[in-house]
């Protein structure tokens, strides 16, 4: 029976022999060889869960035929005895450029592109390119296929990086010199994403949410024109992008937060994408956990800094000396949380790091047996290819490595890889170890000891002289064929030997010439093997840190969260705090200020407001004693553009209203926590003002540690920011910017006019639609799905309000009759300088303003700008707030509020309602916030002083009733920094001192955004060289 | 009786400049001598005097005394008012400024700081500045009264001037001329490009070329200023003599710590007499070698983030405090952003120094008599005492503190100010369209 089974692999084999007849003639006779090859006395890792110690592996014509303990050697066939060897499936990298050239950006052009520039009937955005297939530009490198074999890799994918669609990803076998053909495994594999636009110079996007919104769109322009009944436009890169939704979708990141950014996408149109990560996941593994995806991890684990230089050590962040020490978690992490993922050697400068890389995430906590996984059978899924490679199974490629031992280990070679049958040595197998201690005899000396060590492709020699010193001694063994250079103690000049070892017995014997010149004979008699330590990493004093050392945010400030006050934090959630003895000011119309209160908060919210309370028995309250000091409501931002990554301005287009501030909302941005030491609890982060219709802005709380859906105040209304004059018209943009529509005030009126117009025509054509029974629909093709309209159809339906930025009082006018004319209401006005000069036809709309205090003279526009503005329009009944647009000053709010008493005689309390109640009321928040009164929420500042005084300090902030800042707990935050900074630094001396490459200290600069900028941080849309 | 009498003289003394139905016009020369009564007199030294005499005749200030201890002679003077439960101070200083060379900031025509050339020790603020601004009314109206008019640019940036904010023209309104060259040490740290990868902010690799430049242009200035006169005349190394025979100071603007220990050891190398370190963010980190040196510091806006994200939030904030107790002598400046019309907040920035750990008096130094010292007018300007200028102003409260910040009247040598500005001016129109109750 079992004959007749192995008779019909026999027959199989022999088919598929048959099967390898080539399209391609040959230049003289073909070379066809069928024979079989069997590995024998190998331990055989057949994947990681499946070891066989002693086996047999037989291959032929590339694939596998068999393995295991006891398989039949049949006749023809080469065996190669692999005794203490060991053979792995080789690695499968699911993420390279591998024989891919990358695309080159065209020459930069001052001049902006609005439209595509690519020739054919593709999709209108240049950074689109789902119809570009990886497979048509692959050729095989032998250079690169030679880097990633030399790591133990035989398959690969390779994408085509350019674009935030990329098309189709390819995946090949490293067997370069049998060519193209012969190395393609499988042509489409993955369709491929990113937020980078690569080599596109349109204009479109210009910003992180701008990336986030072109996907969003094309999505839903992919739905609509699978539904076409007759098409009216041919569009080759959305027929592409639905033909490629049945291909594992991989998205490539470049940080934890975009990793959440994709996932929000991929959910909203039912798509679970694989994510290329980019290291720091770690920082947030929660969040990972819950996107429910598989993840490609690089492993490129940043070098230490050279950290010799105080002042300039100073400057390297605490993140990216935290990340230095955390990144080898990265791997480990995944596996602790159950999170599927592959690895990959891209991002590594040097691949050759990869392995001690790989290893230094096993100190850290991987798994070998996951390592492996991630190296073979998980990639094979990913990309679909687990029938032919990640395992040494019968049928499979042979594609597999051969190794001296357990390939994870520090000293162990990879001998031999084999892809597809084809044989690429490594090192060489045959290398006869003459490591060992010999009695070395050359002509008439006296005998030496000779001891040879290091490691079996690096051997070393040393040479012991007669008074026990010892002297180098050179060796290179080629074959058989040994020479051995070393000069001894007290001669003048080089013994130079050359001769032969014995593979069995390893004794040596040759000829040596000595330093005179004169021939000698040498023998060398071997008499004990080298005995080979085990190399570990020396830990000793060495800190392994675990995932515990996180901090929250990754910033500086952050925290672990074993971190005593983090513990309070989250202990006292749903316990009490109790304010005793403080100056109340409620920031409500009318209040005045009351001295000697007592604020009773519980479950996040104020519940009572009195003098004298006690707080309930058994309670654990944290009791303030608010003596001297000050209460207020926390102070809301209207205009506040910290904590936004990627661009704060599309501003490519006219109207950008499908872009979202609330999908780039950065959690680890410092200014988050300087400005809770400032006394803000809530702020809009608002779109830039580049153009007329900008983007749709977030309401957030400064949750402190919290990731961005956290942030987000829950039930929040919409808003969106407009923008009129100068900028919007491009008016100091340079010479180049003089294409886009409007250049002039005039214009801007109509695109509005235009705007609404359609969104109009939008909303009608949906209401009609929706009135349709579900049979004539099916007739019909339902109205394209406009993310743009979509949001403007939300201001006229209410859902959804403006914040517009503005400055001279004709455009102002302007805005309100438009919207008076269209049917909508302009929320706040915001900046508003001229406000002042139109305060009676502002209040007759029912707009309100948030304006700067004391701003002027920083363009044209802004001229007739004084800073009596806010007063008049609160005395002329509007509701108006001062904001800052600017990270520093929103620290000091209440001190802009209170230039009002100096400009414009409001009273204190009626100032302090400037930066509370009333951006509260203009944000639609002031149901929750804004005010000191019993349900609100406790978004709370305690001052040391009169809070419209310059002299007045915030001790703490509260926001949902916990301590987010506390000015003694910020001493305590800094104290530890400084700690563990210190800490981590003298880490990295070690490690230099150890020998380990550094890079020069960076510094980091973040970004702080005002209204005005445009692009984005290191211009990273574009990095495609 | 006596207090309603004297609240009327002051009241007086108010509406007879503002009678005028012009904008602000330069006040005329001072010729009735006037005494200031009973106000809160914050010096500008440190000291206070709670109940104060201040009498100014000819655009000097004569008399500085405790009302409670003086006889006074109420008929040896022409105007006698009280400012009981008002403050007076010395007119503020705002160094650094480009205040009068911009208007407007966006507008290219409107801005005369730029200059191009690296090396332009010879070019002159003063020359443009513009005493027309509408910005300058603006500025006088919260209590700054001088001003020393700065270039932007380049490595050095030019000459300087001291200002008086009130005056007809330049050449009428300047204080002193040409007090010193600006210079822009190089930075330390730049963005350095990067051939494989995005670059970042390291160790700039340019500056050790530029600080050579730097020393080769000085190098050649000195031997070039030895000698009284040269057969051709080099005018860059001609406004470079002053900076050699100790008349004019060379402000050197750095901020990271490593420039402004760099520029100490530049200063020191060329014997420079009088130099001053202008920004500063990072002085409090070398604090001990400034003193050393004997280096002034003209501090960064206070009202600046940190330099680094690890940083005390509120270092800027404290740097005052730092020096002071470092024994550094130092003033308060606002270059940056808006910085032209953001020069009206200097009293507030005194205020948030006197937050983190200066007394008022302290932090008003810091706009006054330290910022008279570090540029050598500290004779004639800086504090309220006998033989100098009566440069001085009088508001309701605390005029560290935006909540009490109220001129009621300033003079500049004398001269009385209209304190209107075009800004209260339009303030007016508006209140009067709609009927709103005026500012008192």
């Known amino acids: 029976m079992k004959q007749l089974f192995t008779a019909a692999v026999f027959l199989l084999t022999a088919m598929l ?6 399209t391609f003639p040959t230049n003289g006779a073909p070379n066809p060889n069928h024979n079989f090859t069997a590995f024998t006395n190998a331990r055989i890792i057949v994947d990681a869960e499946t070891v066989i110690d002693k086996g047999t592996l037989l291959i032929r014509d590339g694939f596998i035929v068999d393995a295991g303990p006891a398989v039949t050697i049949p006749a023809g066939t080469v065996v190669i005895d692999l005794q203490g060897k060991w053979i792995y499936p080789s690695f499968i990298d699911p993420y390279t450029t591998y024989g891919i050239t990358r695309p080159k950006r065209a020459p930069h052009d001052p001049a902006p592109q609005y439209e595509t520039a690519r020739p054919g009937a593709y999709a209108w955005n240049d950074a689109l390119k789902p119809d570009n297939d990886a497979y048509r ?145 770690y920082q947030r593994m929660d969040e990972m956990k819950a996107t429910g995806a598989s993840f490609i991890l690089p492993l490129n684990f940043p070098a230490a800094f050279d950290v010799d230089d105080p002042f300039d050590a100073r400057m390297i962040a605490y993140e990216d000396l935290k990340h230095w020490e955390l990144a080898p978690l990265n791997p480990g992490a995944f596996e602790k949380y159950g999170i599927r993922f592959a690895l990959t050697a891209s991002d590594l400068e040097d691949k050759a790091e990869f392995m001690t890389n790989l290893r230094r995430a096993i100190l850290f906590g991987l798994s070998e047996k996951m390592a492996l996984r991630a190296l073979t059978t998980i ?28 390939v994870f280990a520090e000293n162990t070679v990879i001998w031999e890889n084999w892809v597809r049958g084809q044989k690429y040595v490594i090192n060489d197998m045959s290398k006869i170890d003459i490591r060992g201690s010999y009695q070395l005899t050359v002509g008439n000396d006296a005998v030496r000891n000779l001891k040879i060590t290091g490691s079996l492709m690096k051997m070393k020699g040393a040479i012991q ?60 008699k071997f008499t004990a093997a080298h005995e080979e330590k085990p190399q570990t990493p020396d830990t000793t004093n060495w800190y392994l840190p675990t995932l515990d050392d996180v901090i929250y945010p990754f910033a500086s400030y952050g925290v672990t969260r074993n971190d005593t006050s983090m513990i309070d934090r989250l202990k006292r959630r749903y ?50 004693d608010g003596t001297g000091k000050h209460l207020t409501p926390g102070i809301i931002d209207e205009h506040s553009h910290i904590a936004v990554a990627g661009g704060v301005n599309e501003g490519t287009q006219a109207s950008t209203a499908e872009v979202r501030i609330g999908d780039v909302i950065n959690p680890d941005d410092v200014n988050i926590y300087r400005q809770l030491s400032g006394g803000v609890t809530a702020a809009q982060l608002l779109h830039g003002s580049a153009n007329p219709i900008g983007g749709q802005s977030a309401l957030v709380k400064l949750r402190w540690g919290s990731n961005a859906e956290q942030m987000k105040i829950a039930g929040a209304m919409g808003f969106i920011k407009f923008a009129l004059g100068e900028n919007v018209k491009q008016a100091n943009w340079g010479e180049y910017f003089t294409i886009r529509f409007p250049q002039s005030r005039m214009g801007v009126e109509q695109v509005y006019f235009d705007h609404f117009t359609r969104a109009k025509e939008y909303q009608r054509q949906w209401e009609e639609w929706k009135k349709l029974s579900p049979k004539d629909r099916e007739k019909m093709t339902p109205p394209r799905r406009d993310l743009e309209m979509e949001t403007l159809v939300e201001i006229l339906t209410q859902a959804r309000f403006i914040t517009c930025h503005s400055y001279v009082q004709s455009e102002i006018n302007m805005l309100m009759q438009v919207a008076d004319s269209m049917g909508f209401k302009v929320n706040t006005f915001t900046h508003i300088l001229e406000g002042y000069k139109v305060a009676d036809k502002m209040r007759k709309h029912g707009a309100g303003g948030s304006s700067f205090a004391d701003w002027w003279a920083y363009k044209m526009e802004v001229m007739d700008a004084i800073p009596q503005n806010p007063a008049i329009l609160f005395r002329m009944g509007i509701v108006v707030a001062v904001n800052s647009d600017d990270a520093e000053m929103a620290r000091r709010l209440n001190q802009e509020a209170a230039k009002s008493i100096k400009y414009g005689d409001l009273t204190e309390e009626e100032a302090l309602m400037m930066v509370t109640s009333n951006p509260a009321k203009l944000l639609h928040l002031d149901k929750h916030q804004g005010t000191i009164a019993v349900g609100m929420d406790a978004d709370v500042v305690l001052w040391s002083d009169n809070p419209l005084s310059v002299y007045a300090k915030v001790e703490k902030t509260l926001i949902d009733g916990k301590v987010l800042y506390d000015s003694e707990e910020d001493a305590r935050r800094r104290e530890t920094m400084e700690k563990e900074r210190a800490r981590i630094i ?29 692009g984005t941080e290191n211009d990273y849309l574009n990095d495609a060289e | 009786m006596k207090s309603i009498y004297s609240f009327t003289l002051f009241a007086a003394l108010f509406a007879g400049v503002t009678a005028s139905a012009q904008k602000p016009v330069p006040a005329k020369p001072q010729t009735k001598s006037i005494l200031l009564m009973n106000g809160v007199a914050h010096i500008g030294n440190g000291t206070v005097i709670e109940n104060s005499v201040i009498g100014f005749r000819n655009g000097k200030i004569e008399l500085v005394a405790d009302a409670r201890t003086v006889r006074i002679d109420r008929t040896a003077w022409d105007t006698v008012a009280d400012c009981a439960g008002k403050h007076l101070y010395p007119g503020l200083i705002a160094p650094n400024s480009t205040l009068g ?227 550094v002598l130092f003033c308060l400046q ?107």
């Open chain 2, 334 to 440: 606002n270059s940056g952003d808006q910085e032209a019309h953001g020069t009206r907040n200097l009293p507030f920035m005194a205020g948030t120094a006197a937050a983190w750990g200066l007394t008022k008096e302290e932090a008003l130094m810091a706009v006054t008599l330290n910022s008279a010292k570090i540029m050598g007018i500290d004779s004639r300007c800086g504090s309220l005492e006998p033989g100098k200028d009566a440069t001085l102003f009088v508001s309701d409260g605390d005029a560290l503190d935006m909540r009490s910040n109220n001129v009621r009247a300033a003079w500049i040598q004398g001269r009385r100010l209209d304190l209107r500005n075009e800004q209260t001016e339009m303030a007016e129109k508006y209140q009067d369209k709609y009927g709103l109750k005026k500012k008192k």
């Open chain 1, 465 to 524: 002289n007669a008074d026990s010193s010892k002297t180098p001694a050179m060796i290179d063994l080629a074959g058989n064929a040994i020479t051995l250079v070393f000069t001894p103690k007290g001669v003048e000049g080089a013994y130079r030997l050359s001769g032969s070892v014995d593979a069995v017995t390893k004794s040596m014997t040759g000829s040596a010439q000595l330093p005179d010149g004169k021939w000698m004979n040498w023998t060398a």
């Open chain 1, 17 to 22: 022999a048959q099967a390898q007849v080539s």
């Open chain 1, 986 to 1014: 003298q880490k990295m001396m070690h490690e230099k001192e150890n020998g380990a490459p550094t890079v020069k200290p960076r510094m980091k600069r973040m970004k702080v955004w005002d209204c005005e900028d445009l």
């Open chain 2, 101 to 327: 060379l911009t208007e407007v900031e966006s507008v290219r025509a409107t801005n005369d700081q730029y200059e191009v050339g690296g090396y332009n020790p010879h070019i002159r603020s003063l020359i443009a500045w513009n005493s027309d601004s509408k910005i300058i009314p603006t500025v006088r109206t919260n209590g700054v009264l001088m001003a020393q008019v700065t270039p932007r640019g380049g490595r050095i940036t030019g000459t300087s001037s001291i200002m008086h904010l009130d005056g007809w023209n330049w050449e009428d309104a300047v204080h002193k001329a040409d007090d010193g060259i600006h210079i822009n040490w190089p930075s330390y740290i730049a963005y350095n490009w990067s051939e494989n990868g995005p670059g970042g902010y390291e160790r700039s690799k340019r500056y050790l070329d530029q600080r050579h430049e730097l020393e080769q242009f000085f190098t050649e200035a000195k031997v070039y200023c030895a000698l009284p006169s040269q057969p051709e005349k080099n005018l860059r190394f001609e406004g470079m003599r002053g900076v050699f025979n100790g008349t004019k100071a060379v402000y050197i603007h750095a901020d990271y710590v490593k420039e402004i220990t760099e520029a100490i050891a530049f200063a020191q190398k060329f014997g420079l007499k009088r130099m001053v370190i202008v920004g500063g963010a990072d002085s409090w980190m070398c604090a001990s070698q400034l003193k050393a040196a004997s280096v002034p510091v003209m501090l960064n806006r206070l009202h600046s983030l940190p330099q680094t994200d690890g940083d005390d939030v509120n270092q800027s904030y404290k740097t005052p405090a730092q020096l002071l107790k470092a024994g």
């Open chain 1, 137 to 281: 530009h692959y050729t095989a490198n032998a250079e690169t296929a030679e880097a990633y074999r030399n790591l133990g890799f035989g398959t690969v994918m390779s994408y085509y990086p350019d674009g935030i669609a990329r098309g189709t990803a390819t995946c090949v076998t490293l067997n370069a010199e049998q060519g193209d053909n012969r190395s393609m495994l499988q042509d489409k594999v993955a369709a491929c994403y990113s937020f980078n636009k690569g080599t596109s110079t349109q204009e479109y996007p210009g910003s992180l949410m701008g990336a986030i919104a072109l996907m969003r769109q094309t999505y839903a322009d992919a739905a609509w024109y699978n539904t076409l009944k007759a098409k009216t436009e041919y569009n080759h890169s959305l027929d592409a992008w639905i033909a490629i939704q049945t291909l594992p979708q991989i998205f490539e990141t470049t940080d934890k937060w975009n990793v959440l950014r994709a996932d929000k996408v991929g959910d909203e149109f039912g798509v679970q994408y694989i994510f290329k990560g980019s290291g720091n996941e």
């Open chain 1, 379 to 406: 990639p094979a899924e990913m990309l679909g290819i687990a029938d032919k490679a990640g395992t040494l199974r019968k049928g499979m490629l042979a594609n597999f490595i051969i190794t001296s031992g357990n």
């Open chain 1, 575 to 624: 316990d009490a705090v109790l304010i005793k003895n403080v100056t109340v000011w409620t920031g409500a119309q009318g209040d005045t200020a009351m001295p000697d209160m007592d604020v009773y908060i519980t479950e996040g919210r104020i519940v009572r407001i009195a003098k004298n309370i006690d707080a309930p028995k058994g309670a654990f309250a944290l009791v303030i």
